[in-house]
């Protein structure tokens, strides 16, 4: 059984409308199956993963206990919106990134 992790950003205190539209296609095909999230923006996508939270609920995914909420600034991209160093913008992740990797190993063990 597969698991997932949804990666997105925040765009008016939501999450993009592709991405709901995805979940709502393949509703049957989601349930049941291990998730968590990683939103981002400049204060890290709190309330996209609040919404993202109930969405999940409703499709009776399982979800993870960690999630990763990433602040994302203007000063971490360059011109061409890349960001201009990986590692320290991402560095500050890092422990919870292996949290949730960690979680969804146990999570797919449990499935088999």
Do not use: C
């Not at 939270?53 to 203007?74: A, C, F, K, P, Y």
Request: zero cysteines; a negative charge.
């Amino acid at each position: 059984m597969p698991g997932f992790i949804f990666v997105f950003p925040q765009y008016n205190w939501g999450y993009p409308a592709p991405l709901k539209n995805a979940l709502d296609y393949l509703y049957f095909e989601w349930r049941g199956k291990p998730a968590s999230y990683v939103t981002y923006r400049t204060r890290g996508g709190n309330k996209a993963a609040g919404q993202f939270h109930l969405v999940l609920q409703g499709l009776h995914m399982r979800e993870l206990d960690d999630h990763l909420e990433l602040v994302i600034t203007d000063d971490d991209v360059d011109e061409k919106w890349q960001l201009r160093d990986l590692d320290a913008t991402l560095r500050p992740y890092l422990a919870q990134a292996r949290a949730v990797d960690a979680q969804m190993v146990e999570a797919l063990k449990d499935s088999q």
